[in-house]
């Protein structure tokens, strides 16, 4: 909004008129400028500035849209085959059994990792706006610390409080043994979503489309 008024189009790309010394006429701080440039929207050519949303940085948000587009179409029916297998192996009353925990598992995991992928691609971005690359993987670090607490703390109370919740909340004492078991998954996880929302601020969908394939 600041240097709106002073950009001047040329070939598709919009360009600040001037050069370093007028961006303080501009009341631009050296932290919108360096924001912009991790965004991609702005490209630096000696003491010049020019503010780019053209064809390479569009090929790029297309790029990480398909690649994310193409990933989840392919979960989603990895998904129909795995429970059409279920189905069949274990019957409609196995399938009953697996909703039941699968619901609690879906509860303790969203409590692990809920928001946390979010929070990382914003606190990145912002280093990465400062051009803090150290400040970035400390972040990371920090990030999955919190997150393995979490995930801790969840497995504590799904795996200590397994046969109260099986025969009070799910009314099936069977479901206790799955109940011990899932929540070992929790931390594994709580990493992913870190790593996920790390690079996702590095504008680099491939390696979360991966991972996901892969789990």
């Known amino acids: 909004q600041k240097i709106a008024k002073y950009v001047l189009i040329d070939n598709g790309n919009y360009n600040i008129a001037g050069n370093v010394d007028d961006l303080s006429n501009y009341e631009i701080k050296y932290r919108d400028i360096m924001l912009l440039g991790e965004c991609g929207l702005i490209n630096f050519t000696g003491v010049s500035y020019f503010l780019n ?16 587009t193409v990933s989840s179409l392919l979960l989603r029916f990895a998904g129909i085959i795995f429970k059409v297998w279920l189905a069949s192996f274990i019957g409609s009353e196995g399938i009953g059994l697996y909703q039941l925990i699968f619901s609690v598992y879906v509860l303790a995991a969203t409590f692990a990792t809920s928001g946390i992928s979010t929070a990382v691609t914003r606190l990145v971005t912002e280093e990465l706006a400062l051009g803090s690359k150290g400040g970035t993987l400390k972040i990371l670090r920090r990030a999955i610390e919190l997150s393995l607490i979490i995930a801790l703390v969840s497995i504590g109370i799904v795996f200590f409080g ?44 491939t390696p979360s489309a991966l991972a996901q394939l892969t789990e």
């Open 53 to 68: 949303i053209g064809r390479e940085k569009k090929t790029v948000f297309i790029k990480n849209a398909a690649i994310l």
């Open 162 to 205: 397994a046969d109260l919740i099986a025969t009070e909340f799910l009314g099936d004492l069977r479901a206790s043994a799955a109940l011990k078991i899932l929540p070992f998954s929790l931390p594994f996880m709580a990493i992913s979503s870190c790593l996920r929302g790390y690079f996702f601020a590095q504008r680099k969908a």
